[in-house]
């Protein structure tokens, strides 16, 4: 599940295939519909990083740590 202030809440599908994770899901940008797509891959077993798509209008990179 993805929850996000800018882009509301959404259930995400995807895959993790050895270091490589691909998940997607579709967005509601102020009154218009938005595919967003990441991906990246998994550094160690806390954090990931990769590129983030936003329907085209869009790019950029992520990173992210678990949470404990």
Do not use: C, P, W
């Amino acid at each position: 599940h993805y929850s996000s202030a800018n882009l509301g809440e959404a259930d995400l599908t995807g895959t993790v295939k050895g270091g490589k994770i691909n998940f997607s899901f579709d967005a509601d940008a102020q009154g218009q519909a938005l595919a967003v797509t990441y991906a990246g891959t998994v550094d160690g077993s806390d954090s990931m990083s990769g590129t983030v798509e936003l329907g085209g209008l869009a790019s950029g990179t992520f990173t992210g740590k678990r949470k404990r």
